[in-house]
């Protein structure tokens, strides 16, 4: 079955550590996203890729580093610089282009200690 | 960034019909709504999309008047499986993610 699979599903992570959270996906898209989201909020746009070798900070990109090497993965990392990394982090893939339908993963709970 | 309001959280009995609407006042000429759900800790699953008049799906159906300032999500006869969180998000498709927002969302609770 196609889809997308982060991992690890939890976290956790001592201050001044940075973390690396995988994201692969089998859909054959091009673009893929990173979203944080907050107890009780809503999600937040933090990096995208629309190709490989390419990404775009989104909304809340500071303290975080994403990667595009392969077409399948985009990994993010959550460097000591984030002030706040406790979060759900969710990875999302669409079509190059569009947008209208994002496909999501499972998503990773980060807790710092 | 098409902003939208939604109610924060609703209740419904099992059976019955549930209609949440969005409001969006300064959607743009390109701009789609679609709606998403999702169930705690969760990725956000899509369930419907529309531009205006209704659409129909297996899971949802959409309505948007002629004006476009608004929009209802309908579930046909909930189940205890549709608690979840319901997003309403506006913008072009064609513009990339950050032009949608994820706001906090509609909390739907069915009732036994």
């Known amino acids: 079955d196609g889809g997308i699979t982060q991992s690890p599903k939890y976290l956790f992570r001592k201050e001044g550590q940075n973390v690396t959270l995988s994201c692969e996906q089998n859909l054959n898209h091009d673009a893929m996203y990173w979203y944080r989201q907050d107890p009780g909020q809503g999600l937040r746009l933090i990096y995208y890729s629309q190709i490989v070798n390419d990404f775009q900070k989104g909304d809340i990109a500071e303290g975080y580093s994403v990667s595009r090497e392969k077409k399948e993965s985009f990994p993010l990392t959550v460097t000591s610089a984030q002030k706040n990394p406790t979060a759900f982090y969710l990875c999302?893939?669409?079509?190059?282009?569009?947008?209208?339908?994002?496909?999501f993963g499972e998503g990773s709970r980060l807790t710092v200690l | 960034l098409a902003k939208t309001t939604q109610p924060i959280s609703m209740d419904s009995y099992e059976g019955q019909e549930v209609n949440i609407t969005c409001s969006h006042n300064?959607?743009?000429?390109?701009?789609?709504i679609t709606w998403y759900q999702q169930f705690p800790s969760q990725g956000p699953r899509f369930i419907i999309q529309?531009?205006?008049t209704k659409v129909t799906n297996e899971v949802a159906s959409l309505f948007i008047p002629a004006d476009r300032k608004s929009s209802t999500l309908s579930l046909p006869r909930v189940s205890l499986s549709d608690t979840a969180v319901y997003y309403c998000?506006?913008?072009?498709?064609?513009?990339?993610?950050?032009?949608?927002?994820f706001g906090t969302g509609t909390r739907l609770t069915v009732i036994p």
């Open positions: 998000l506006v913008g072009d498709p064609l513009a990339g993610a950050n032009n949608l927002f």
């Open positions: 300064n959607i743009a000429t390109n701009d789609y």
């Open positions: 999302a893939s669409s079509i190059e282009g569009y947008a209208g339908e994002l496909f």
């Open positions: 529309g531009y205006k």
